[in-house]
């Protein structure tokens, strides 16, 4: 299957700081979503972007369908200590979903 | 709010040994997914439904059989469990095919084969 090449694969930042990850293809996609996956647990859905250039925000978050459709960003603005886990982007071709291989963030209080 | 949710949180079984992960959804999705999840190798997508008793082969089938009798629920079936097997399983679902596809997972149920 198709894979996402998502980066940074991790990050440690102070809390307060701002973070970003973005996810790129080779193939265009017609759905961006992005996750954030705790420990032991199934990922939560973050934020859906449906058409190219769509910048969408969710509280602290904000991601962006990039224009060519092959690519993604996600922000966090002001971390803080439960924004730690994992963060996973996701495209979507038809009615199959691909992924990327997740950042892992990590924030020091 | 959707609600995926998986039987078991936590499951021990030994080689050799007929395992069923079930998945129920409540948001009356078409489609309907399993996936395993292990260290360094992200998401790998087992089987998927479109519909009642319809499935198609994913990225890594071998070893795995699925059934899906009512739409709400589909299930993921070991025949005979092997170590190899032990993983993070993930079950998700998504409405039919349309320009809002958003799929959603179930919190995961992490198999331990001996």
């Known amino acids: 299957g198709q894979q996402l090449n998502q980066s940074p694969q991790s990050m440690f930042i102070q809390e307060g700081e701002d973070v970003s990850m973005n996810c790129t293809s080779s193939?265009?996609?017609?759905?961006w979503l992005w996750y954030k996956q705790d420990p032991g647990e199934g990922p939560v859905l973050l934020i859906a972007?449906?058409?190219?250039?769509e910048l969408t925000s969710n509280g602290r978050l904000t991601a962006q369908f990039g224009i060519t459709r092959k690519d993604s960003f996600l922000n966090i603005s002001a971390s803080i200590p439960s924004d730690v886990g994992i963060y996973f982007c996701a495209g979507r071709i038809g009615n199959q979903f691909y992924f990327g291989t997740g950042t892992s963030l990590t924030v020091i209080p | 709010d959707v609600k995926v949710t998986q039987s078991s949180r936590y499951l021990v079984k030994r080689t050799g040994e007929k395992v069923f992960l079930e998945c129920v959804q409540d948001?009356?999705?078409?489609?309907m997914f399993w996936y395993r999840q292990d260290p360094g190798l992200g998401l790998r997508l087992i089987y998927f439904s479109y519909d009642v008793k319809m499935k198609e082969k994913g990225d890594i089938p071998e070893g795995y059989s699925v059934s899906r009798e009512k739409k709400e629920r589909f299930s993921l079936i070991l025949e005979s469990a092997s170590t190899n097997q032990t993983s993070m399983y993930l079950c998700?679902?998504?409405?039919?095919?349309?320009?809002?596809?958003?799929?959603?997972f179930g919190p995961g149920t992490r198999l331990l084969v001996l």
């Open positions: 972007l449906y058409k190219a250039g």
């Open positions: 193939s265009i996609f017609n759905t």
């Open positions: 948001m009356d999705h078409e489609n």
């Open positions: 998700a679902s998504s409405p039919r095919s349309g320009p809002k596809e958003t799929q959603y």
